[in-house]
């Protein structure tokens, strides 16, 4: 093809195209927040509210188990700062983010050390015993849960994105769904053993996120 050529296709091809609109952070924002507050009134009327959480609300005072708050803010951060990496990787020139990848990482490395410690100092079985009472049930409605809030997400905000790695924008979004569930039940679970928490409600997180890292292969094709 001779060079006036190929600067006619080029021309008619720009002519055609349209400048796309900086992708708005309002429906992710929207997604979190009501998959956050969906969540946490089924979770609530289906199993009810831990003490802890009833004398925070009713009574406007805190308990003096403060675990219970602990392993509530701790996840609410989780889950903001994997929303904070699925918006910086949204569109193709998105990059993670490293102190909030350092951030989330010291989190899940925090816990995992707490989980050692445990295991250090009571002891093997003294620390499967906190996983009795419920785990299997904990365990997987963190997991569908969040698997379906990833659902909404996608309605609501993920669909409108063109990440440049599909892969890790889709494991992210589950990654911040589950962690957003898990939020919403912890609500209601009284467990706050470090293994619990490292092995019942983060690793759903994780599960997810694999699904996720798989899914967003085909969902975020572009």
């Known amino acids: 093809m001779s060079k006036p050529e190929t600067d006619r296709l080029i021309e008619d091809l720009s002519r055609a195209t349209a400048p796309v609109s900086v992708l708005s952070p309002r429906g992710l924002i929207l997604w979190a927040a009501l998959f956050l507050t969906v969540a946490s009134v089924l979770i609530v009327a289906a199993y009810g509210a831990r003490p802890e959480m009833r004398v925070l609300v009713g009574e406007w005072r805190v308990h003096e188990n403060l675990s219970a708050y602990a392993k509530t803010g701790f996840f609410m951060a989780v889950a903001a700062l994997a ?9 193709p020139e998105g990059r993670l983010d490293k102190p909030q990848t350092a ?9 995992a050390a ?4 445990e295991l250090v100092v009571h002891g093997w079985q003294a620390a499967m015993a906190d996983l009795k009472g419920g785990a299997s049930v904990c365990f997987l409605t963190v997991l569908s849960g969040g698997l379906g809030g990833l659902g909404a997400g996608w309605f609501l905000w993920l669909r409108r994105a063109a990440p440049g790695n599909p892969s890790l924008f889709g494991a992210l979004s589950a990654f ?3 962690a957003l569930m898990t939020v919403a039940y912890s609500l209601h679970c009284g467990h706050d053993a470090p293994i619990y928490l490292l092995l019942i409600y983060l690793a759903p997180n994780l599960v997810a996120a694999v699904l996720g890292g798989f899914a967003g292969r085909w969902l975020f094709r572009w």
Not at 83 to 91: I, N, S, W
Not at 114 to 117: D, P, R, S
């Open 83 to 91: 929303l904070g990496l699925v918006k910086g990787m949204a569109r």
């Open 176 to 178: 911040a769904a589950s």
């Open 103 to 111: 951030l989330l990482a010291l989190g899940v490395g925090g816990l």
């Open 114 to 117: 707490l989980t050692g410690a």
